[in-house]
């Protein structure tokens, strides 16, 4: 499929997922580029990524470079690496366990203190809860997901199901949306493949209002 995309100008980011452990990073993930989904449970040490390529408009591919922190979030302590030249950010927390939504916190300031852009403000990161498939999963207020938003500095939040594929393209497609707004410089400037693009940018802030989805019952926001 890549082969036959139309790519005069192509961007390749780097994305991080985290959040608490089993919360469904790596089956995220896993739906996303492979459109699969397992229940069998594989913690795996180390730092793992996966390639996405998404023909974004008539001439432009963006491959996602998905960094999932694979056993590391065990430790609490991730390495440096991991973070680095990172320009969106996914954290995510599992609807059926409460305490995974607190961790929320703790993981967006981790982001917000390894890895900045190059002017000096946040990575632009979306907030997901997963597992919207379980009984026992719980929906927060949306006013309330949205003021969570707002604090923490997230672009949206979105419910998601790794297990049903539902939600997860469009809360991707909102963070490279606004990715691509804040390296909106960068992506006239023609090709630029085989390196993480990691520039500055002179585009406006992606906090602005309105973008919420509205469709049938509110799974999503953005602040
Ligand atoms: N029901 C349900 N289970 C899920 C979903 N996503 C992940 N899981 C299960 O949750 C467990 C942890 O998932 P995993 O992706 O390994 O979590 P990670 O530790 O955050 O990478 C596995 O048993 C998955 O099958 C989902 O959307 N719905
Ligand atoms: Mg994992």
């Known amino acids: 499929m890549a082969s ?5 100008r192509e961007r390749l980011f780097k994305v991080i997922v985290t959040g608490d452990v089993a919360t469904g990073k790596s089956s995220i993930i896993k739906r ?5 989904f397992s229940t069998h449970y594989k913690a795996t040490i180390g730092v793992d990524f996966s390639l996405k390529a998404l ?4 001439d432009m591919v963006v491959r996602l470079q998905l960094w999932d922190i ?9 390495t440096r690496v991991f973070y680095k030249e990172a ?15 607190d961790s929320v916190r703790r993981w967006k300031k981790d982001i917000d203190e390894k890895v900045l ?29 949205d003021a969570l938003c707002q604090e923490l500095g997230f672009v949206g939040w979105f419910e998601t199901s790794a297990k049903n594929n539902s939600n997860i393209d469009t809360a991707m497609q909102t963070l490279v949306s606004r990715i691509l707004e804040r390296h909106a410089d960068a992506a006239q400037g023609g090709v630029k493949s ?3 693009v990691s520039l500055g940018s002179s585009g406006q802030s992606g906090q602005q209002g309105g973008a919420q989805n509205k469709q049938s019952q509110k799974k999503s926001g953005c602040c």
Not at 87 to 101: A, E, H, I, K, P
Not at 123 to 142: F, H, M, T
């Open 70 to 78: 694979a056993g590391q979030e065990r430790f609490g302590n991730m």
């Open 194 to 196: 085989g390196n993480v």
């Open 4 to 8: 036959s995309m139309n790519k005069r």
């Open 55 to 58: 023909q974004w408009d008539d």
């Open 117 to 145: 852009m190059n002017d000096g403000r946040p990575i632009p990161c979306i907030l997901i809860g997963n597992k919207s498939d379980l009984p026992a999963s719980v929906s927060r207020p949306a006013a309330e997901m």
């Open 87 to 101: 320009v969106g950010g996914v954290v995510v927390y599992d609807m059926s366990r409460n305490q995974t939504l």
């Open 32 to 36: 996303y580029v492979h459109d699969v």
